[in-house]
């Protein structure tokens, strides 16, 4: 996930094409029949979720601003530093939905411990990419205080991208009154990107 200057140069070109997480945009959706391939899956689809959504907006908002902000590295210094908060709730959601769609069609159970694991193992590969330790410290603490308060078996139907959905809205490196007059644009830019996820995800199960 960490953030060149030459990759949001080659995300917004004229076709629309979102290449800034390698991984994730060579990634294509297969079976997930182990633990590995499931983090995996989540790294890569809360990738893509995350970009396409922030990118998007930042570059709908500021229009042909945006292409003079390229070489600026404050900007892309903020844009950094909003994509990793914004993805790291990303992946607890998406961690804790897939946990639940799991638990709900073959019939497991998970233990917190196990979920914090799960969660932590993922973020622990995320150091190297540029994930700072403060944040990833954070983020831990985040995810085990979400835990005590959900209930993973009814968790994939109780708004289960919520928390990714508002993380974009606050984090999204924009003006305060402007960011007021689009929450419902934001909000439902993410919304509709998770409901694609929630229609193929169990399709991709083989566990």
Known sequence: MKLKIEDIK???????????????ALFQSKKISNNKELAQ?????????VQQTLYEYVRNRMGTLYV??????????????????IYTVALQDLTLYSHSVIENLYKKEF???????????????????????ELQDDKIKEFHLR??????RSFFQNKPFKESSLALYYWAPIADELKKQDRNIV????????????????KLLNL
């Open 10 to 24: 080659k995300g917004f070109d004229a076709t629309k094409e979102y290449l800034l997480h390698p991984i994730a």
């Open 41 to 49: 899956y989540i790294r890569n689809e809360s990738a893509k979720v």
């Open 68 to 85: 003079k902000m390229h070489d600026d590295q404050k900007f892309i210094d903020s844009l950094n530093i909003a994509t990793w908060n």
């Open 111 to 133: 233990s917190n411990l196990e979920l914090e694991n799960f969660y932590k193992e993922i973020l622990d590969a995320e150091i190297e990419k540029g994930l700072k330790q």
């Open 147 to 152: 835990l005590q308060s959900i209930d993973l």
């Open 187 to 202: 909000l439902n830019s993410i919304h509709l990107k998770w409901k694609n996820i929630e229609k193929e995800f169990s």
